[in-house]
Every structure is written in structure tokens, then in C-alpha cells.
């Protein structure tokens, strides 16, 4: 039997039948969306993927986007991620099981599907992608790059850069609640060295995007007129300071401005590339940032409330159907970027939900917030809490 262990809103364990059953649900609900979302591609005259590369696709957005191409769109699937393998005593990480539980269920689709479980960030993995690619005759019409990584070892100097949730100029204080015992606490964080916001840059930044694109295209394994996308976060004033304000921000600054560059350079084949900023939901790396979760807590109250609410997996059905799928081009912001964050960034949903964060206390913590969504969410994310899992049964970790 496995049960969930959480520390510090970090869960160090995985249920391989549960990560198999959250995949599977989510592969039927993208299917039970695709002939809307093939009928928007109809409408709008525009080309179902037929293969999608997808960079971070194990867990959160890079697996429901990977789900959606595949069991809404049709497309076959190459996805890239790290994620550490069971051992016979120990469990191996959620990603893991969902991409062992992805390929399979692709295959018995009759999709393609593979893949590799290997750093992203090196030369060498770039390399066994575009061979898989050359191998299997495949030439990709979409690239999604959702990889979300506390480090990266640049490829050319080898040397190691660590990204930091820190704000800029002055510290910070901010609430954060534990995701067990729904205790609060107060967090208070250095602001981070210049240092540091260039190494958060380097890391979630958008070089190693940029570094993908140019390879795929370079060896020929980029199909004319292939869209790419990455994901952004913008997020309201009460988490400003620690994330669009802080380190974090000037990455995806960084990332945005990559989008534009890319898209350039890809539209000498017809391509585009765009940064999609999508809404705050519970993710393994979103649980772990102080003030971020008890925003995403009453975000959650209040989007349930109005009926607004999104998952991962709502948000990029919806990415397709109504962004890359839109009659008339791909609808986006002054800066150029696809706006899936409409309806948390809503005047209405920004009210609500700051009046819920502000009185939030620990007396009132399940009232004020959605505490048992986030906490389900978190669960689900790493294979517990899910409906028709018989958790009481024995089961292997490989
Ligand atoms: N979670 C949110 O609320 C939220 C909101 C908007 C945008 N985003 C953005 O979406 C993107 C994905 O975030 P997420 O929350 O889905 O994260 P996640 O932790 O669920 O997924 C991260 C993915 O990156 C992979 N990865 C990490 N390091 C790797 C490496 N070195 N090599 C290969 N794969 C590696 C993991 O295996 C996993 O597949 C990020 O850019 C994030 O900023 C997240």
C-alpha cells in the first residue's frame, strides 16, 4: 500500500495506479472534446496536428497539452522529461508513471507515441530527438516547451545555474498554509542578488527554447509551417512581488522575448511561435511557492463560485479550441501573447479573490478558500485521491 508523504507541501512519493487513472480520465475527457475542437479546426481552415514534440511532458500543462494533441487532435506525440525511475523500495516520481501510463494508452489509441526520459537541457537529448525523429520519418508540426526546473547545466560551459523564487529589491513577507494540516505560517525571503535573477533567467528564461528551435529546424525535423508555444504566468499585485516582480518575472520576460524572435525566425516557413499565459492551478511546481498557493486557495473558492473553473487540462483543450483553432488567426494581446489567464484576470474573479485571500486566517482557512480543492489537486498531481483507485490494495512501485 502506498500513502501520500508530504513534507513541506512537497509530496516525496507517487501512486503508480492512480497517476495510471488520472491519465486515462484525462485522455477521456480530451476525447470527449475532440470533435469540437476538430470542428473549430474545420472552421477555421486550419490543420490538425499530426506530431507533436513536447518538451516537459509529464506533468501539469506539458501533459495536458500532451493529452490534448494526442486524444483530441489525433496527432502522435514525442515527449521529453526527467523524472526518476522506481526503484524496488522506493517510488518513482508522478511523471513517471503518467508518461509509462500515457504511451500506453496512445499506443492502444493507435497513436504514435514515444518517450524519453532524459535532461532537456543537454545537447545530447536534443540530439536523440532529432535521431527518434530522422529514425521514425517524422517531422514535427508542433513544439511545445512547458518545462519547469529548479536547474539547468548550460550545454556550452557546463556550468550549473539555479533559478530563485526571490523578490527583487526589498524581502518579502508573505502567508503561506500547509497543504496537510492547513496550518499558516508567515514566510519571509531575502531579495535575490543580481546573481541570482540572471541565473533564474537562464534557467526559466527562454535561451534553452530558442536553443531547441534552432536544432529541430537546423536538421530538418520541423515541418513547414510548425507552430511552437511556450507558457507564462502573469498573476495579480497580492503575488507580484514574489513572482511576476520577482526573479521568476524576468524569466518570463525573458521567455516572452524569445517568442517574438522565434516566431520571426519561424515564419520563413510559414511557423509562429507564441507564449500562452496560462492560469495558476496546482501543479508539483506551482504547491511550493510561498503566497502562490494561498492566492491559487481563494482563486479557486472564487472561480468555483462563478463556475469559471479550469484544470490543466480544461485550459489546454481550450488553447486549442478557442486560440489556435480561432477563425481568423490566433487571438492575442497587445504583446503578442495568448491569454488563457482571461477569466482568473477578470475584474470580478480579481476582486472575489483577494477579498477571500486577505481574510483568510487558519480558523477560517476551509471556509475562506477552496482548502480541499487545492489539497485534492495536489493529491491528484501525484497519483492519490482519485476516483475508482483502490488505495487499500497492494501494489509495485515498478
Ligand atoms: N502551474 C501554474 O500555475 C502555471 C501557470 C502558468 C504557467 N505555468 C508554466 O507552465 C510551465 C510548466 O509548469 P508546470 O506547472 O506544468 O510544471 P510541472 O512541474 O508540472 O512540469 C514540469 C515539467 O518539466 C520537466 N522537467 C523539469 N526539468 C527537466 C529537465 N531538466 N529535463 C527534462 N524535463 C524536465 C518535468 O519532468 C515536467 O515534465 C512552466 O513554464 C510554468 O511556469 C505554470
Redesign the pocket.
Known amino acids: 500500500m502506498i500513502k501520500p508523504m508530504i513534507r513541506s507541501n512537497l509530496c516525496l512519493n507517487a501512486h503508480p495506479a492512480g497517476c495510471a487513472a488520472m491519465v486515462d480520465a484525462w485522455a477521456a475527457r480530451a476525447r470527449s472534446s475532440s470533435a469540437a475542437i476538430q470542428t473549430a479546426a474545420l472552421h477555421a481552415g486550419k490543420p490538425l496536428p499530426r506530431t507533436t514534440l513536447v ?9 495536458a497539452t500532451r493529452i490534448s494533441a494526442a486524444f483530441a487532435c489525433g496527432a502522435g506525440t514525442m515527449g ?4 526518476r525511475e522506481p526503484g524496488d523500495t522506493k517510488s518513482g516520481t508522478p ?1 513517471w508513471y503518467n508518461n509509462r501510463a500515457f504511451d500506453d494508452a496512445a499506443k492502444a489509441a493507435g497513436l504514435y507515441s514515444h518517450t524519453i526520459n ?4 543537454a545537447d545530447a ?1 536534443r540530439a536523440e530527438v532529432i535521431e527518434r525523429a530522422r529514425a521514425e520519418g517524422l517531422r514535427f508540426d508542433q513544439v511545445v516547451y ?4 529548479p ?2 547545466v548550460d550545454p556550452a560551459t557546463g556550468v550549473m545555474y539555479r533559478s530563485a523564487l526571490k523578490p527583487i529589491g526589498e524581502p518579502f513577507t508573505g502567508r503561506t498554509f500547509d497543504v496537510v494540516t492547513g496550518a499558516m505560517s508567515e514566510v519571509s525571503i531575502q531579495p535575490a542578488t543580481d546573481d541570482e535573477v540572471a541565473a533564474t533567467v537562464k534557467v ?1 528564461g527562454g535561451e534553452d527554447w530558442e536553443m531547441w528551435i534552432h536544432a529541430l529546424a537546423e536538421a530538418g525535423v520541423l515541418a513547414p509551417g510548425c507552430q511552437s508555444f ?4 502573469i498573476g495579480p499585485e497580492n503575488t507580484s512581488r514574489i513572482y511576476r516582480g520577482g526573479a521568476i518575472g524576468k524569466a ?1 520576460e525573458h ?1 516572452e522575448k524569445t517568442a517574438v524572435a522565434l516566431d520571426s525566425y519561424l515564419s520563413t516557413s510559414g511557423g509562429h511561435a507564441w507564449v500562452a ?10 504547491a511550493v511557492i510561498p503566497v502562490v498557493a494561498l492566492y ?1 486557495a481563494a482563486l479557486f473558492r472564487t472561480m468555483k463560485d462563478l463556475d469559471l473553473h479550469e484544470d ?1 487540462l480544461d485550459q489546454m483543450l481550450r488553447l486549442y479550441e478557442e486560440r489556435l483553432f480561432a477563425s481568423g488567426g490566433v487571438p492575442v494581446d497587445e504583446a503578442g501573447r495568448i491569454r488563457m489567464d482571461d477569466r482568473e484576470m477578470r475584474t470580478d474573479v480579481q476582486e472575489s479573490t483577494s477579498r477571500h485571500f486577505m481574510a483568510a486566517t487558519e480558523e477560517n482557512l476551509a471556509q475562506e478558500v477552496d482548502l480541499a480543492g487545492f489539497r485534492h489537486d495536489f493529491l491528484e ?1 501525484h497519483g492519490f485521491d482519485i476516483d475508482g483507485v483502490d488505495y487499500e490494495a497492494d501494489v509495485t512501485y515498478r
Request: hydrophobic share 45%; proline share 0%; net charge positive.
Open positions: 518538451i516537459g511532458c509529464s506533468t501539469g500543462y506539458g501533459l521529453v522529461s526527467l523524472e511523471g532524459a535532461d532537456a537541457f537529448t512547458s518545462l519547469a526546473s536547474v539547468r526559466m511556450a507558457y507564462s504566468y518570463k521567455l499565459v496560462n492560469k495558476a492551478v496546482v501543479t508539483r511546481a506551482s491559487v490543466c498531481a
